[in-house]
């Protein structure tokens, strides 16, 4: 009996430079430019509107409002930007000092430090990096998915090494930086390789998200 083969019309899609998924916009180079205006559009939106209402608030009703409506969308997949050109980070930085100027209604032309220390807001750069090993700490204490759990091996020896017994975790080897180096299974063993011991070893995920913090914010501001 002959084979017979049936073939259905379809459409096939053309080819687009930037697809979005579970609300990031994805691009052919993956520099999430487009997502970064995007959410900055979104962003400023909200803390304009903010401001408009901020004299009827006390300060940490304004302080509410912008972790509500500014904040969830900078931090938002945040951990997406990492190795992103500086540029591109400080891009999303100006937002959040734009918003810490509002709550403490610092002037433009004063230095945003003090005002970020006041607050005890990490800087971008520490937030996409505390999301980054906050991630990895769920995947080693078996609290994150199991594609993520994978991703995050420890170190064993038949010998008795000091990494080994320092809850530090593997760091595959990559080819290319570019992007290789922006991958969750490089990027999350080498941050948390890199972090204290102490901080490694915390009994429950409150714990570590405060010392991290502590840590994160010290090394910013030092």
Known sequence: MDSEFTWFDFDVPDKVNIVKNLGVNFDSVMNFDKHISSKIKIAFHNIHNIKKISKYLTRASV????????????????????????????????????????????????????????????????????????????????????????????????????????????????????????????????LWNSVPREIRESSTLIIFKRRLKTYLFELAFR
Do not use: M
Request: charged share 20%; hydrophobic share 35%; with cysteine.
């Open 63 to 190: 302080e509410r409002l912008i972790h509500g409506l500014v904040f969830s969308h900078l931090d938002y997949c945040n951990s997406l930007l990492y190795g992103l050109p500086n540029f591109q980070i400080q891009r999303c930085q100006k937002i959040q000092n734009f918003a810490a100027r509002l709550i403490c209604g610092t002037g433009y032309r004063d230095h945003i430090t003090p005002v970020l220390k006041n607050l005890h807001w990490l800087p971008t750069e520490s937030r996409i990096e505390y999301k980054i090993l906050t991630l990895v700490y769920k995947s080693v204490s078996g609290y994150a998915p199991i594609y993520l759990q994978t991703l995050c091996n420890r170190k064993t020896s038949s010998y008795s090494l000091r990494s080994c017994d320092s809850n530090e975790l593997v760091v595959p080897r990559i080819k290319h930086k570019t992007l290789g180096g922006r991958a969750f299974a490089y990027v999350g063993p080498a």
